[in-house]
């Protein structure tokens, strides 16, 4: 049974540089995209009863709040559903998040990335800083509680000064969520053919990571994930059932899921998609060590780490003397008690080299 579903709104007002998702269409798509959407949705959800929804994008948030209702009208959702919506301060408009917060929306997730107005600027986006602060009293007074906010490290020309600033103002907006990552220049972006000036390297990135991670947990934030904080009992449900290798429906231009052992990507182009949106461009049958695998990969994300006894009694292994290897090798980056196994600090700076080594 599947619980959880993302759906993928492509429309943004401008592509920032440093985006590598697929978005940037005109919004002017979107009825010939909602018809595409909705045709997939009819096709391939089973009317579970959902546990999370998360409307992702792109920016949702240039949809009207009638848009959203008609989105999560197509679902059966459990009444304590975690129910997100993505969006951009400059999209923030009181009516619409009341109406938002009237029709079943109770989290937000909202795209800051920094307070510095030239880095802004620099990157792509098109709020400033007061926009950020303008946008969360308005999402606060039409009735939300649970909001994120993501901020973005070794940005161009983001000195350590900078984003210490940054995570200073974050804290100051007393919110109960906050996502943190490091820059990546990914291939379909903008700064891949066009490199960015003044980029902090790998070093510089680390130390800016360590802050934050000492900074929030001062300030009552659990490190519940590499790249997640929250004040207690707001941790993402919907993002938490990714690390926790859940089965989730995929939605949408270029959506992934992942239902019983198939592992998919919808297409990525437009056309393709609005023609037949039950087209995958990438489906991958999952066998039952690589589900084991993808289990403690995903697993090792998470501050609680691999149940080791839950992994053994699931696939029939003896965890302790098949990894017995890899522990060994870096028994100094991991916590280990015999019943579960984690990335201590210095593992998490290291967490790909780590995780990649459960993958045959």
């Given at each position: 049974?599947i619980e959880?579903?993302?759906?993928?709104?492509?429309?943004?007002?401008?592509?920032?540089?440093?985006?590598?998702?697929?978005?940037?269409?005109?919004?002017?798509?979107?009825?010939?995209?909602?018809?595409?959407?909705?045709?997939?949705?009819?096709?391939?959800?089973?009317?579970?009863?959902?546990?999370?929804?998360?409307?992702?994008?792109?920016?949702?948030?240039?949809?009207?709040?009638?848009?959203?209702?008609?989105?999560?009208?197509?679902?059966?959702?459990?009444?304590?559903?975690?129910?997100?919506?993505?969006?951009?301060p400059e999209?923030?408009?009181?009516?619409?998040?009341?109406?938002?917060?009237?029709?079943?929306?109770?989290?937000?997730?909202?795209?800051?990335?920094t307070f510095?107005?030239?880095?802004?600027?620099?990157?792509?986006?098109?709020?400033?800083?007061?926009?950020?602060?303008?946008?969360?009293?308005?999402?606060?007074?039409?009735?939300?509680?649970?909001?994120?906010?993501?901020?973005?490290?070794?940005?161009?020309?983001?000195?350590?000064?900078?984003?210490?600033?940054?995570?200073?103002?974050?804290?100051?907006?007393?919110?109960?969520?906050?996502?943190?990552?490091?820059?990546?220049?990914?291939?379909?972006?903008?700064?891949?053919?066009?490199?960015?000036?003044?980029?902090?390297?790998?070093?510089?990135?680390?130390?800016?990571?360590?802050?934050?991670?000492?900074?929030?947990?001062?300030?009552?934030?659990?490190?519940?994930?590499?790249?997640?904080?929250?004040?207690?009992?707001?941790?993402?449900?919907?993002?938490?059932?990714?690390?926790?290798?859940?089965?989730?429906?995929?939605?949408?231009?270029?959506?992934?899921?992942?239902?019983?052992?198939?592992?998919?990507?919808?297409?990525?182009?437009?056309?393709?998609?609005?023609?037949?949106?039950?087209?995958?461009?990438?489906?991958?049958?999952?066998?039952?060590?690589?589900?084991?695998?993808?289990?403690?990969?995903?697993?090792?994300?998470?501050?609680?780490?691999?149940?080791?006894?839950?992994?053994?009694?699931?696939?029939?292994?003896?965890?302790?003397?098949?990894?017995?290897?890899?522990?060994?090798?870096?028994?100094?980056?991991?916590?280990?008690?015999?019943?579960?196994?984690?990335?201590?600090?210095?593992?998490?700076?290291?967490?790909?080299?780590?995780?990649?080594?459960?993958?045959?």
């Amino acid at each position: 049974m599947i619980e959880h579903a993302y759906i993928h709104i492509p429309f943004c007002k401008n592509k920032c540089k440093y985006c590598s998702f697929v978005s940037g269409f005109n919004i002017e798509m979107k009825e010939l995209y909602f018809d595409a959407l909705f045709k997939e949705i009819l096709k391939k959800y089973k009317n579970e009863s959902l546990k999370t929804l998360y409307i992702g994008g792109g920016t949702p948030s240039l949809l009207e709040s009638k848009d959203i209702y008609n989105l999560i009208s197509k679902f059966n959702l459990k009444p304590d559903a975690e129910i997100t919506l993505e969006a951009n301060p400059e999209s923030v408009e009181k009516i619409k998040f009341q109406n938002l917060h009237d029709i079943g929306v109770n989290r937000i997730s909202l795209g800051c990335q920094t307070f510095n107005n030239d880095v802004l600027k620099y990157i792509g986006r098109l709020h400033n800083e007061k926009d950020v602060y303008d946008s969360i009293e308005i999402i606060k007074n039409t009735g939300f509680e649970n909001i994120s906010i993501d901020l973005i490290y070794g940005l161009p020309f983001q000195t350590a000064d900078i984003f210490k600033m940054d995570v200073k103002k974050a804290l100051s907006l007393n919110l109960k969520h906050i996502s943190t990552y490091g820059l990546k220049i990914e291939e379909d972006s903008y700064f891949y053919t066009n490199p960015p000036l003044n980029i902090a390297d790998d070093e510089m990135q680390a130390q800016m990571y360590l802050y934050l991670i000492h900074t929030l947990k001062e300030n009552g934030y659990i490190h519940y994930e590499i790249s997640n904080f929250a004040k207690e009992g707001y941790e993402s449900c919907h993002n938490i059932a990714y690390w926790k290798n859940k089965n989730y429906y995929g939605f949408g231009l270029n959506a992934s899921g992942f239902e019983g052992n198939l592992r998919y990507t919808n297409v990525s182009d437009m056309k393709d998609y609005l023609s037949n949106p039950l087209k995958h461009k990438e489906e991958n049958h999952i066998t039952q060590t690589e589900n084991m695998e993808n289990e403690i990969f995903l697993a090792l994300r998470l501050k609680e780490g691999v149940n080791i006894s839950e992994i053994n009694k699931k696939y029939n292994i003896d965890f302790d003397e098949k990894y017995k290897n890899i522990k060994e090798k870096y028994k100094h980056l991991l916590n280990y008690n015999g019943k579960t196994l984690s990335l201590n600090e210095k593992g998490i700076l290291v967490s790909n080299e780590i995780m990649a080594e459960f993958i045959s």
